[in-house]
């Protein structure tokens, strides 16, 4: 089906692993984003990616890394993971010549223990 | 003082109520306004999106921007209980590179058969 699509669903980890969350879509559309929710905090963008090899830092980029080979693929790697990044982590994208209105996937909850 | 303030509820109504949701702002350079739906533990499924002040109608779905109060709302007509989630909403000043939203915090919303 169209739209986007999150692995995995649910990942448990411990502090200092590296963990990688997944996120791909098949709208074609050029900009993507990361965001983390969290009770108090709401959404908070990490990264976002304007086209493939394009991504610049959000509001709480600090502790992740994105890359953007593919159009369609927009991964997220925790690179020493940190209790604090215990949370739900959306990907969302946005089509090109629209306003600014974003598309959700459905979300990784990741626990670090 | 945030950007876009959201009265977290809980709201909780009977089967078949008017529900009012509403957001207030601070940024009057904020142009698009939406709102999302989010069931529990799912992703943010945008739900309205309307561009500058008015109304829009979609359905049991009615949202209005006043720009001159810096002030959005959502009605929910004969309300269901498969209305009960966290209303989120949203908005961007358009003409920015990514089209950065900036969110509320939420109000959760439970409607009873």
């Known amino acids: 089906d169209a739209g986007i699509t999150q692995s995995p669903r649910y990942k448990i980890t411990e502090t200092g692993r590296q963990v990688t969350l997944m996120c791909h879509q098949t709208w074609s559309h050029s900009y993507m984003f990361w965001y983390r929710q969290d009770l108090g905090h709401g959404l908070r963008l990490i990264y976002y990616s304007a086209a493939a090899d394009i991504t610049d830092k959000g509001e709480v980029p600090d502790g992740y890394v994105v890359s953007r080979s593919k159009t369609e693929n927009f991964p997220l790697t925790l690179e020493s993971a940190t209790r604090s990044q215990t949370s739900v982590y959306f990907c969302?994208?946005?089509?090109?010549?629209?306003?600014?209105?974003?598309?959700f996937g459905p979300g990784t909850r990741l626990t670090v223990t | 003082q945030k950007e876009v303030e959201q009265d977290p509820g809980p709201l909780s109504v009977p089967e078949g109520a008017i529900v009012s949701l509403n957001c207030t702002y601070s940024?009057?350079?904020?142009?698009?306004f939406m709102w999302y739906r989010q069931y529990s533990r799912k992703g943010p499924e945008l739900l309205m999106y309307?561009?500058?002040?008015g109304n829009k109608e979609d359905g049991r779905f009615t949202a209005q921007v006043d720009k001159s109060s810096k002030y959005i709302s959502l009605f929910i007509r004969d309300s269901q209980p498969s209305d009960s989630a966290t209303y989120l909403c949203?908005?961007?000043?358009?003409?920015?590179?990514?089209?950065?939203?900036?969110f509320g915090q939420g109000t959760i919303l439970t409607v009873h058969p």
């Open positions: 940024n009057s350079a904020f142009q698009y």
């Open positions: 949203a908005m961007s000043e358009g003409g920015t590179s990514y089209g950065k939203l900036t």
């Open positions: 309307t561009y500058s002040s």
């Open positions: 969302a994208s946005r089509p090109p010549l629209a306003g600014d209105e974003q598309y």
